[in-house]
C-alpha cells in the first residue's frame, strides 16, 4: 500500500494540511483501516470468522465487513433490535455491510448485556472478536504504520488532530508519536469517559492533548454548527463525516493556534444518512 497523500485545506482563514486516510479505500478507510491493519496482515487461513458487536451505524462494523470479505471470512454481528425503517433503507453503512457479506443478529435488549459478556467463553481458535469500535490492543501497530509515514513526509509540522470515539486511535498514534504534539476531543461522552476508555488500555502520554469542546454535543445528534463546518470544509474541497469531524474542527479552530496536520479519520459514508436527519430537522 503507497503512503496516503497530504493535502491542504483552508479554513476561516486558517491553513490546516490533512493526512488523507479517506483515500484508501472506498469502505475500508481512515482509522478503521489503521485498526485493522495488523488482521488484514495475517494469513486468510489464521480465521475463518471474526465477530463483533456495537451499533448499526458504525463505521467500524463497516470496515470489518469489508476487510473480511477481502479475506473470505465470516462475518457475525451483534446489535439490539432494530427498527424497520433502518432494516429497509437502502444506503447507510447497514445496508453497505450487509451487500459485503455481514450476518446480523439482534439480541433483545434485556439478554444483550450477558450476552456480550459471554461471547469470550465458547471461542474456538479460528474466531476473533473485536470489541466493540474496534477499540483493542491490536490496533497499535497499524497506528505505528501511520506514525512511520508522517515521521517520513517532508511537512515539519509537530503538531497533529484526530477526533477520538473510544479513542484508541489518537492514544495509540500520541504512543508511536512522542516528539509531537496529539490533539484530539471527546465525540462519545465527555474527557472523563474517554480518558477512562484510553486508560483502559494503556496510560495517557503526556504529548496527548485532550481538548475539552465548548459545549455539551451528544453523539450522531444533529447540530446546525456542525453541519457548517461540514459545508466549509466540503467547499475547500475535502469531505469528512458529520459525526466526529465537525467536533474536532470547533475545538481546533477556538482552542489551538499553530499549523496542525489533522488525521483525516474516514466515515464518509455515513453521510448520505446522516444529512437524512438534517434535512428532516429543517437545518
Ligand atoms: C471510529 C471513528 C472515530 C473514532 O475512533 P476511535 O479510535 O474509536 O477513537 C473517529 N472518526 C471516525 C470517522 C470514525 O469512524
Redesign the pocket.
Known amino acids: 500500500m503507497i503512503y496516503s497523500p497530504i493535502s491542504e485545506i483552508n479554513l476561516d482563514g486558517r491553513i490546516f494540511y490533512v493526512k488523507r486516510d479517506d483515500l484508501i479505500d472506498p469502505f475500508l478507510a ?3 483501516y489503521r ?1 485493522l491493519y495488523a488482521l488484514l496482515q495475517t494469513s486468510n487461513n489464521t480465521y475463518n470468522r471474526i465477530i463483533s458487536y456495537g451499533g448499526t451505524q ?3 462494523m463497516l ?1 470489518i465487513a469489508a476487510m473480511c470479505k477481502s479475506k473470505g471470512w465470516e462475518f457475525i454481528y451483534y446489535t439490539k433490535k432494530l427498527s424497520i425503517f433502518l432494516k429497509e433503507q437502502k444506503d447507510g453503512n447497514y445496508f453497505h455491510a450487509l451487500c459485503l457479506g455481514m450476518q446480523h443478529v439482534e439480541i433483545e435488549e434485556k439478554n444483550y448485556k450477558g450476552f456480550i459478556s459471554s461471547l469470550r467463553f465458547n471461542l474456538n481458535e479460528k474466531s476473533y472478536i473485536i470489541d466493540q ?3 483493542d490492543k491490536s ?1 497499535q501497530e497499524g497506528l505505528q504504520v501511520l506514525a512511520k509515514e508522517i515521521k517520513e513526509s517532508t511537512l515539519k509540522i509537530k503538531s497533529l488532530a ?10 495509540y498514534l500520541a504512543l508511536a508519536l512522542p516528539e509531537y504534539k496529539v490533539y ?1 476531543t471527546p ?2 461522552g465527555d474527557v472523563g469517559y ?1 480518558r477512562e ?1 484510553m486508560g483502559a488500555l494503556h496510560p495517557i502520554p503526556k504529548n496527548l492533548i485532550i481538548l475539552n469542546p465548548s459545549k455539551k454535543y451528544h453523539f450522531a445528534k444533529p447540530y446546525s454548527e456542525f453541519l457548517e463546518i461540514y459545508k466549509k470544509l466540503l467547499a475547500g474541497g475535502i469531505e ?2 458529520l ?3 465537525p467536533g ?1 474542527w470547533k475545538s481546533l479552530l477556538e482552542q489551538t493556534n499553530e499549523e496542525v496536520l489533522y488525521i ?5 459514508t ?1 453521510n448520505e444518512s446522516m444529512l437524512a436527519r438534517y434535512k428532516k430537522k429543517g437545518l
Open positions: 481512515g482509522n478503521k485498526k458504525s463505521n467500524a470496515a469500535g474496534g477499540a490496533a484526530t477526533p477520538s470515539g473510544t479513542g484508541t486511535t489518537a492514544l484530539t465525540c462519545v474517554l476508555q469528512f463525516d459525526l466526529y469531524a474536532m483525516h479519520s474516514g466515515g464518509i455515513g
